[in-house]
């Protein structure tokens, strides 16, 4: 059975930017779910299983980070693995995103390149 991937940015541009990196990147997908943001997110993952998450960090109504720490507190989906896909490169930010089980991220703009690097070994 193929994988699943949730995609959660607010920019729906960047959504489909995001999925087609996947796909340039040479990555197996069967299913690729979208999500406007975190709360968004959260609903789609009631009732679907997916293999990663690339979520952006800056969204309105739930963001990145609160995501992170409302995916920590379900056992359901927490130990799926989250890639943060962003402008802030400011290490704060991240260090804290990784420190709500945050598995890695890519700097946008970003490259189908960068993408198979961080999300091969996490796959």
């Known amino acids: 059975m193929g994988k699943k991937v949730l995609i959660i ?3 729906n541009t960047m959504r489909k930017i995001v999925t087609r990196s996947l ?3 040479g990555l197996d997908f069967d299913t690729i779910l979208e999500a406007g943001d975190g709360q968004a997110a ?3 993952l009631a009732g679907e299983t997916v293999d990663i998450i690339l979520s952006d960090i800056n969204m309105p109504n739930m963001d990145g980070i609160e995501f992170l720490r409302q995916k ?3 056992a359901k989906i927490k130990d799926i693995p989250v890639v943060m896909i962003t402008t802030e490169a400011g290490a704060d930010i991240l ?3 990784k ?3 945050a598995a890695g ?3 946008k703009p970003f490259t ?3 993408i198979q690097e961080t999300l091969g070994s996490l796959l």
Do not use: H, N, Y
Request: overall charge negative.
């Open 112 to 114: 189908p390149d960068q």
């Open 72 to 74: 920590q507190a379900d």
């Open 23 to 25: 796909r340039q990147a």
């Open 99 to 101: 420190s709500l089980g």
């Open 105 to 107: 991220s890519i700097k």
């Open 42 to 44: 959260l609903d789609v």
């Open 9 to 11: 940015d607010d920019s």
């Open 95 to 97: 260090d804290e995103a």
